[in-house]
């Protein structure tokens, strides 16, 4: 897939500027070919994890690091979108999969990316809202949006596997996101935004073996959870 959109990139590069006949047909045979082989490569990443999906590794790990790298490279994705974080000031310390949760709430997220392109806005600002609590020995992450929201009904069969409401989509993103969280001991609900337009994604999962952040300057990944583990 890689090579063919490549190809298809270099040859709209190279030529799209010396044809002076259908230029139009040209660009849009080229596009085509660029969207739906992505579109593909989007489906197979998303059956892979679906399929293969890896027990979770609970390390000691900065949840809130955690978020606020999901958030900038949505933002980075998503420019048009106001995309803000709300979380707890103390940053503690949580046991959890980094990888497997950065992909959650990366789903989730675009998820709420994909909802507010689909609805009608009606002179709103296009906004995403990510916040941290911990409550009673859970650490709860929301995830509001003023988009589209959800279907009032069958809403539940959404975190089934190939459920979906869009015409692109797989119905996997929400159902790999639950996975996630039951691998954490935690779960996910889909409720309606606070303002009445939109949604609201809730992921929670039990706080295990937590450790208060210093505020010492840690390394990422493996690093930290190993220097943590042994500290």
Do not use: W
């Not at 270099?10 to 139009?24: N, S």
């Not at 399929?51 to 809130?64: E, H, N, Y």
């Not at 675009?110 to 906004?127: F, Q, S, T």
């Amino acid at each position: 897939l890689t090579p063919i959109q490549l190809s298809a990139e270099r040859l709209k590069r190279k030529y799209g500027r010396v044809i002076t006949v259908d230029k139009d047909v040209f660009d849009q045979c080229t596009d085509t070919i660029i969207r739906q082989v992505d579109d593909i490569k989007r489906m197979v990443d998303e059956f892979s994890s679906f399929s293969r999906m890896p027990k979770a590794q609970l390390v000691p790990d900065d949840l809130v690091a955690c978020i606020e790298q999901v958030l900038f490279l949505m933002r980075v994705g998503h420019p048009d979108i106001q995309i803000t974080g709300d979380f707890a000031e103390s940053r503690p310390v949580l046991r959890f999969d980094r990888r497997l949760l950065s992909q959650a709430l990366t789903n989730v997220v675009k998820n709420a990316a994909e909802g507010i392109e689909g609805a009608e806005m009606d002179g709103r600002a296009p906004a995403i809202h990510v916040s941290l609590r911990l409550e009673e020995g859970e650490a709860v992450v929301d995830v509001e949006d003023n988009g589209k929201g959800f279907p009032r009904e069958n809403r539940a069969r959404l975190l089934e596997p190939y459920m979906t409401t869009r015409k692109e989509g797989t119905g996997l993103g929400l159902p790999i996101v639950a996975k996630i969280l039951e691998d954490h001991g935690g779960g996910i609900e889909l409720l309606d935004a606070s303002s009445g337009q939109g949604a609201l994604v809730r992921l929670h999962f039990p706080v295990v073996g937590m450790v208060e952040n210093t505020g010492d300057t840690l390394p990422d990944g493996a690093s930290r959870a190993k220097n943590l583990s042994e500290g």
